[in-house]
């Protein structure tokens, strides 16, 4: 009697699991993940940015006359502003309900980042394109000081709120962060020196830079459990 319940029990056992669904790997693109991330944007908030931006590198250009501070101090504004609204302000939620969304935390905070740091590209070009109308300062040396601490910017965000669960704290030190480097430029003689260093040390700390973002995009795509592909 037992050896035949045993028997049928075993039985309905492998019934079960020959009839229970499987979990495929699915694999998405970046390009997927991309276009959600940028049906989330607020194109109002974005045109706000922007404006800000440009509001803010003309008064200082024209207050401080020191157009490489007011870029290297301007340009990580959109990044900071808009990382603060689509990954820390809903971090906590993202992860509690990271099992029920379509994409993962891992893949969503990826594509995010990028479209991020995409538009702080596009108001970098914008504002040294004005900065450069309104002096004398080759528009490359320009691009240049934008472009480093929003990248280094962009690749230490990525990399802590990959980590870190409280977004406020992330909030505070990056913003603390920028406030330290933009009372370094203003009282130490920082202008001098973003206006003499070679384009070619600019090159080399931008690649970097650039490395240390790659970097971070695929410690974090390793973490998800779906595969991620870039191409």
Known sequence: MNDRMETNIERTIE??????PTKLRRQTTIFTLLRVAVSEMNPVLLTCVLGGILVCGYIFT??????TVTVFC???????LLFHSYVLRQNEAMRELEDTFCYSYAEMLIARCMVISAYAVLSLVCLCVMV???SSVSIIRLLLCGALPTVYLS???LGVAAKVRSPESISIVAIALWLALCFAMLYFPLNELLLHTSLITFTILLIVGLVLYSISIIQISRRTKYAIHFL
């Open 15 to 20: 019934n079960l699991r020959s009839s229970m």
């Open 62 to 67: 024209d207050i401080l006359s020191m157009p």
């Open 74 to 80: 301007t340009t990580p504004l959109p990044l900071l």
């Open 132 to 134: 450069h109308l309104t």
């Open 155 to 157: 690749a230490a965000l």
